[in-house]
Structure formats: structure tokens, C-alpha cells
Nanobody
Framework: QLQLVESGGGLVQPGGSLRLSCAASGFSLDYYIIGWFRQGPGPGVEGISCITFGGTTNYNDHVKGRFTISRDDAKNTVNLQMNSLKPEDTAVYYC????????WGQGTQVTGSA
């Protein structure tokens, strides 16, 4: 079965850290662009970071300097290291893979306690 599976979410206090992982099964992430999105309590889905197959990264202004995206090709995984977490980072986080086809993970909940 071709799928992405996120893990690593949880409850964290302000200023804390979490590392989310996005693992692919049934296919290789080698040539895929991988993105992380999140859906908070409000409407809409926010794109927060992406990484190309060459390792070029991008971040939105809300997470720049706090979050780091990286690839682990040996584990066929993309990670999102989240530091200095804030209550407003509370959301369901999804990873997305794009090449000639597209995959979404099922999401993992991150809850920042106030």
C-alpha cells in the first residue's frame, strides 16, 4: 500500500519542542517534494514548510527560525523539528509528497498548552 504516515505529535508546553516524522511506505521519496501543512482551529489549511529532492527548503514567516525540515533518505522519511512552540502552533499537521503523483498523510495532532 502506497502511503505516508506522520508521527511525533503530542502535547507540549510553550517553548517546548517536538519532532514530527513523515514516513513513506510502498514508494521512495527520493524525487518527491515534501511539504508540511497544518490545520488549526480556524478555517483553512496553512502551508508551513517544504523541501525539494535536492534539499532546498522553504518556511512560512510564522515558523521561520523555529522549525527545521530535513530529509532522511536512508529511512525514507522527512522530519520537521519544531522548537520554541507556541499555543498558536496547535493544529493537525499533515505531510504531503508531490512528484508525478501526490500523497497525503493522515495527520498528527500537535497541541500547545496555554
Amino acid at each position: 500500500q502506497l502511503q505516508l504516515v506522520e508521527s511525533g505529535g503530542g502535547l507540549v508546553q510553550p517553548g517546548g519542542s517536538l519532532r514530527l516524522s513523515c514516513a513513506a511506505s510502498g514508494f521512495s521519496l527520493d524525487y518527491y517534494i515534501i511539504g508540511w501543512f497544518r490545520q488549526g482551529p480556524g478555517p483553512g489549511v496553512e502551508g508551513i514548510s517544504c523541501i525539494t529532492f535536492g534539499g532546498t527548503t522553504n518556511y512560512n514567516d510564522h515558523v521561520k527560525g523555529r522549525f527545521t525540515i530535513s530529509r532522511d533518505d536512508a529511512k525514507n522519511t522527512v522530519n520537521l523539528q519544531m522548537n520554541s512552540l507556541k499555543p498558536e502552533d496547535t493544529a493537525v499537521y499533515y505531510c504531503y509528497a508531490h512528484f508525478y503523483d501526490d500523497y497525503w498523510g493522515q495527520g498528527t495532532q500537535v497541541t500547545g498548552s496555554a
